[in-house]
């Protein structure tokens, strides 16, 4: 079993990942990491698909990094992971949940949701 720091280490590479421009520009990469099954509730309650997210982050020209703290991952079962964070910078802060799933031998995100937390 990979040892719980490597795990971590793992998970948040995969997940901020997506917070690169040259992966979020790049169909390929971003389809590669989310399931066919993808949804994403947004923190504008707007709801979007595998399709809909491969689409508008290839023309995402914001070069954002944001701020990543209380990265936690808790495994679901043997093959889905949920990811819990917080993103953004100075005082503007979201809450962030992914749900990673093991499929293929490859694990990719099968659901995603911001919402928007207070100070």
Same mark, same amino acid.
């Given at each position: /079993? ?17 917070h *690169? ?7 390929p ?42 990265f ?8 889905? /992971?949920?990811? @819990?964070? !917080?993103?953004? !910078?100075?005082? /503007? ?7 990673? *799933? ?7 995100? @099968?659901?995603?949701?911001? @919402?928007?937390?207070? *100070?």
């Amino acid at each position: /079993m990979i040892a719980d720091v490597d795990r971590l280490t793992f998970f948040k590479e995969l997940e901020t990942s997506l917070h *690169r421009r040259s992966i979020r520009n790049s169909p390929p990469a971003v389809s590669a990491l989310l399931d066919d099954d993808f949804v994403e509730f947004g923190k504008s309650g707007r709801v979007y698909d595998k399709r809909l997210t491969v689409e508008l982050l290839r023309d995402d020209d914001s070069d954002f990094m944001p701020e990543v703290r209380n990265f936690e991952i808790r495994p679901l079962s043997a093959d889905v /992971m949920l990811v @819990t964070y !917080r993103s953004g !910078r100075g005082d /503007m802060f979201d809450l962030r949940s992914s749900v990673w *799933r093991l499929s293929g031998g490859k694990w990719r995100m @099968t659901f995603h949701q911001g @919402t928007a937390a207070p *100070r």
